[in-house]
């Protein structure tokens, strides 16, 4: 009944720039915290940037100064900003949202593919 729609990935070059979305739909009362998450082959899920309704933001150190995460609340959709893109960004990246109904649980976006070429 939620779903999470990312979009935005692809292939660039060092030093490059991409900018990830992801909207959510369905049977949405409020979204409290939303975030980006991502996992490299052989790697485990790790947080990158994450923003609360009211905008706090929180980034991972490897991340910090160089993305930028973003919401559009009337829109229900969150943005990562991704500049000066390194090979260790290389990765899958998963959107993540706090989704209140009658309760709030947890939902996951199916991932989009972000590959950096030396």
């Known amino acids: 009944q939620v779903q999470l729609v990312e979009s935005g990935g692809g292939l660039v070059q060092a030093g490059g720039s991409l900018r990830l979305s992801c909207a959510a739909s369905g049977r949405i009362f409020s979204i409290n915290a939303m975030g980006w998450y991502r996992q490299a082959p052989g790697k485990q899920r790790e947080l990158v940037a994450s923003i609360t309704s009211g905008g706090s933001s929180n980034y991972a150190d490897s991340v910090k100064d160089r993305f930028i995460i973003s919401r559009d609340n009337a829109r229900n959709t969150v943005y990562l900003q991704m500049n000066s893109l390194k090979p260790e960004d290389t990765a899958v990246y998963y959107c993540?949202?706090?989704?209140?109904?009658?309760?709030?649980?947890?939902?996951w976006g199916q991932g989009t593919q972000v590959t950096v070429s030396s």
């Open positions: 993540h949202a706090e989704i209140a109904l009658l309760t709030i649980h947890g939902y």
